[in-house]
């Protein structure tokens, strides 16, 4: 399943390659003409945020619970009911059978904690504004992405944690706008 993702839907943490969600989504749409994904917020406070997804496919109903929490997740605190969200849904996917056999990237956590303090690689800026022009986004846009996720005003600035973070954003909003063209 690993060769149906294209190499930008794939991440690699510690030598292992990781798909993000962007890839099942686009996986799913491609083989489902009827594709319909539901989430639902099972809890939220200033700390934790969990969410229910249910994915609708041929072949069934698949489910998925997907946390977040500040302290877990201090990169994307500001966003912890989004990166929950994108959890639920890439488990429910999996599920489906979209990369069963593939942890999903996002849910990951960095065991390398040089990750969090080195400067964001060449490769993941040049993948960060890639993803941003494929979505469709911005400058100004990217920019208040970036801003509001870490709270640093320039790429140059991230960290290679922060910068994962960023790309599996764009990636999952690359998806959306994909999905609304072919609907």
């Known amino acids: 399943m690993l060769n149906?993702?294209?190499n930008e839907e794939l991440v690699k943490v510690q030598g292992r390659l990781f798909p993000v969600v962007g890839g099942r989504?686009?996986?799913?749409?491609?083989?489902?003409?009827?594709?319909?994904i539901e989430t639902k917020v099972i809890s939220y406070d200033t700390e934790v945020a969990i969410?229910?997804?249910m994915v609708k496919t041929e072949k069934g109903i698949f489910n998925g619970l997907g946390n977040a929490s500040v302290k877990r997740d201090r990169v994307l605190s500001n966003a912890i009911l989004e990166?929950?969200?994108?959890?639920?849904?890439?488990?429910a996917l999996r599920f489906a059978g979209y990369g069963v056999e593939y942890t999903g990237f996002e849910e990951v956590e960095s065991q390398n904690e040089?990750?969090?303090?080195?400067?964001?690689?060449?490769t993941q800026l040049t993948d960060i504004f890639a993803f941003a022009r494929s979505a469709n986004i911005s400058n100004e846009d990217l920019k208040e992405l970036i801003i509001s996720t870490t709270g640093k005003e320039y790429t140059k600035d991230l960290t290679k944690k922060e910068a994962k973070a960023i790309i599996s954003i764009l990636a999952k909003r690359k998806d959306e706008n994909n999905r609304d063209v072919i609907m």
Do not use: P
């Open 4 to 6: 149906n993702f294209k």
């Open 25 to 36: 989504l686009r996986l799913a749409h491609e083989d489902n003409a009827n594709l319909s």
């Open 51 to 53: 969410i229910h997804a």
């Open 83 to 91: 990166l929950a969200e994108t959890r639920a849904i890439a488990r």
């Open 114 to 122: 040089s990750d969090e303090k080195e400067t964001a690689s060449k």
